[in-house]
């Protein structure tokens, strides 16, 4: 009988033959895998012991963007994130509890050849997309009478969530030489025609960064993990820097996005100043300027595309120093793998997710929490049914 931790990897690939044409579906995905997880794993379930201090951590970080609702400049937005924010995050916590303590012995019973050929049908529906500029997923989204915007791509949503879990695809196909050609071949291609630069520079660092730690031994590790939580906290300070370099001023054919991105973040790290302890309250960066002064053309429009810099504008230091505990308990637990090849792509994953929430993404979009959850569920679920491999070099 198929386990669950390999049914929930081909039940969430195999999503994405759907989420790939349209991304908030995503949602549907996370919470069917939740409700599947805690039906099997119910007599299993202990709140008396959560499994570690990151997700008391969390459950912290949590309590205090909800209390920021009582200083809110937007209470009604506050409290709508909040209540989406809660729910999300107790299903995908009970969901994770669930699926650690399930301690039942799981062999290798995934089918290489049915994964791969899931992992190849998404390349190859990403590569025609791409080349035809989304000729497909336009086309059924106006059919199903699904939302358009006049921002991102039809795929980038599902691109995030499977960008996350590829660097776990290559550690599972590690030792299967054929199957792993096969998927790092279709994923250079993949990336190198995808038109979402996020994407692209995510898994070029990511890459780069695995490189380069493989040959460093623990301390290096535990000091780019110091460095990483330092890149959190002090954020505004290192944009503003980066924002104000001449090299960066000079450049006269900046893409109109991303002029539009540093508006956004020269404007975002002006309000955190000017409310740098309690923030302006939970998801309230694009109203905040309208508040100020009705006149203001409001530069921050939907979110401030770079999610440290939301957290410290919208729950201030006291919320930027809760997450940088939570992201440094993260570190913590990755440190601790034994397999030097897990390390690697948690590592690399981990790189990703920063990159995403550094140029891309509102922090509380139901659909970003939800990928991240999913990418927790899944990472899991691989490393129960790899836990017998031998440990690498």
């Not at 919470?31 to 099997?40: P, T």
Request: hydrophobic content about 55%.
């Amino acid at each position: 009988m198929t386990p669950v931790p390999a049914r929930l990897i081909y039940f969430v690939f195999g999503s994405f033959l759907v989420t790939l044409f349209s991304g908030g579906m995503i949602i549907s995905v996370f919470i069917l895998s939740c409700v599947y997880i805690i039906y099997n794993f119910r007599p299993l379930l202990s709140f008396h012991k959560l499994p570690g201090l990151q997700i008391i951590a969390l459950i912290s970080f949590s309590i205090w963007v909800s209390i920021s609702y009582f200083w809110s400049i937007s209470p009604e937005t506050s409290m709508e994130t909040m209540l989406k924010f809660w729910l999300i995050n107790l299903l995908g916590i009970t969901a994770i509890v669930g699926l650690i303590q399930n301690d039942l012995k799981t062999k290798n019973v995934l089918n290489d050849n049915l994964l791969l050929a899931l992992l190849g049908l998404i390349s190859f529906i990403l590569i025609a997309e791409h080349v035809t500029n989304y000729k497909f997923a336009i086309f059924l989204r106006n059919a199903l009478n699904f939302d358009r915007y006049n921002y991102g791509q039809p795929m980038d949503h599902a691109t995030a969530l499977y960008s996350l879990l590829l660097p776990f695809s290559l550690y599972y196909f590690w030792d299967k030489k054929i199957h792993l050609y096969i998927l790092t071949i279709l994923s250079v291609i993949v990336f190198v025609l995808h038109p979402m630069f996020a994407a692209m520079l995510a898994v070029s660092l990511a890459l780069l960064l695995s490189i380069i730690l493989a040959f460093l031994n623990k301390r290096w590790h535990i000091a780019f993990s110091i460095l990483t939580v330092i890149f959190i906290f002090s954020m505004p300070q290192i944009m503003s820097f980066v924002l104000g370099l001449d090299t960066l001023q000079a450049i006269e054919s900046i893409p109109s996005s991303w002029q539009e991105r540093i508006d956004i973040w020269n404007k975002s790290i002006v309000l955190i100043n000017e409310s740098p302890v309690m923030g302006w309250g939970l998801d309230t960066s694009s109203s905040i300027e309208k508040v100020l002064n009705d006149s203001l053309t409001g530069i921050i429009q939907v979110h401030p595309h770079n999610i440290p810099l939301q957290i410290r504008l919208e729950s201030g230091i006291v919320g930027i120093s809760l997450f940088c505990i939570f992201v440094g308990l993260v570190w913590r637990k990755i440190l601790q793998q034994q397999d030097r090849l897990f390390f690697t792509a948690c590592v690399a994953s981990i790189c990703i997710y920063f990159v995403f929430s550094i140029v891309s993404f509102n922090a509380w979009h139901s659909w970003w929490l939800c990928t991240q959850y999913l990418a927790v569920i899944v990472i899991i679920s691989f490393q129960k049914i790899c836990s017998d491999k031998t440990q690498h070099p």
